[in-house]
């Protein structure tokens, strides 16, 4: 017995993918606008000299230091030479203290105003600080912005920033 198997003819039937086109026309637009844009930004920042550093008498040569503690901000210059402490603030609208951001802008201006041509700074940060804190210090120590001519600027203070451990030194100094 044999068994023959007959085969039908089949066209080949064309794949409709106007459907599809279809969504991908409204899908792609819908996906690109519900899309975060996010801005990555790369600060450069050195690492301190292990040298004892250069002589203090040259005040473009000394080191500025920004110290960071959970309650306060202290402000060197030269390094060893106390110039501000910075105590937390209560904003109006916050309920807890924050660090004087405003005050530590005042303190870096009135450094730079007296060394202009001094372009570096170190900030010694504690190890449990909060990220964001040390990120707005090195911000604020880098520039500040003012209204110049009805348009806002951003002026330059010490925009090449080193960090280091300030639990290697005292809280008084």
């Keep these: 017995m044999s068994f023959k198997i007959k085969r039908q003819a089949t066209d080949d039937a064309e794949i409709d993918v106007t459907s599809f086109m279809n969504l991908m026309i409204v899908l792609v637009p819908v996906l690109l606008m519900s899309m975060t ?3 990555i930004t790369v600060m450069e920042i050195n690492l301190p000299e292990l040298s004892g550093g ?3 008498a040259d005040l473009s040569q000394s080191q500025l230091e920004v110290v ?3 309650d306060k901000l ?3 210059f030269p390094a060893g030479s106390l110039v501000k402490d910075i105590e937390m603030v209560q904003k109006k609208d916050q309920k ?3 660090h004087d951001f405003y005050m530590l802008t005042q303190v870096l201006r009135s450094i730079k105003d007296k ?3 001094k372009k570096d700074a170190v900030i010694l940060s504690a190890s449990d600080l909060p990220y964001q804190t040390l990120i707005t210090v090195m911000d604020t120590v880098k520039s500040y912005q003012t209204v110049v001519a009805a348009s806002l600027v951003e002026i330059e203070l010490f925009p090449q920033i080193s960090l280091g451990d300030a639990s290697k ?3 008084g100094k």
Aim: cysteine-free; proline content about 0%; overall charge positive.
């Design 169 to 171: 030194t005292k809280k």
């Design 68 to 70: 960071i503690h959970k």
């Design 74 to 76: 202290q402000v060197y």
């Design 37 to 39: 844009f996010t801005k």
């Design 96 to 98: 807890n203290k924050t």
């Design 54 to 56: 250069n002589s203090v």
């Design 115 to 117: 060394v202009s041509d």
